[in-house]
């Protein structure tokens, strides 16, 4: 069982990226999924959780309005599209698979997570 993350890199403030999660070894659909992040010297925080069925999501309110998590079950995948970036949207992201159904912003609720992807937002 296996989650990759993937496509960070380095953008300007204000630019957007597209981060996608491919789920491989099993399938996804009756968990859901989230976005995480880890900034360097800071401890891992919530981004955005979607449910099973993609029909509802949760954000942080530090990235509500400027990010969209989507998913498509029938690929196995999960998105994170990251708009009006800022430079301290910088850190690692992780996309995790859920023990619940339902959408959740606690990292306890997780039980598969994936290696990460490094996006850098410069000022």
């Known amino acids: 069982v296996q989650l990759q993350a993937s496509g960070g890199g380095l953008v300007q403030a204000g630019d957007s990226l597209r981060l996608s999660c491919t789920a491989s070894?099993?399938?996804?659909?009756?968990?859901?999924m989230g976005w995480f992040r880890q900034a360097p010297g800071k401890e891992r925080e919530f981004v955005a959780s979607?449910?099973?069925?993609?029909?509802?999501?949760y954000y942080a309110d530090s990235v509500k309005g400027r990010f969209t998590i989507s998913r498509d079950n029938a690929n196995n995948m999960v998105y994170l599209q990251m708009n009006t970036l800022k430079p301290e949207d910088t850190a690692v992201y992780y996309c995790?698979?859920?023990?619940?159904?339902?959408?959740?912003?606690?990292?306890?609720?997780?039980?598969?997570w994936g290696q990460g992807t490094q996006v850098t937002v410069s000022s």
């Open positions: 979607v449910s099973f069925d993609g029909r509802r999501t």
């Open positions: 995790a698979a859920a023990r619940t159904l339902a959408e959740s912003p606690f990292a306890r609720n997780y039980n598969f």
């Open positions: 070894g099993r399938t996804f659909s009756r968990n859901a």
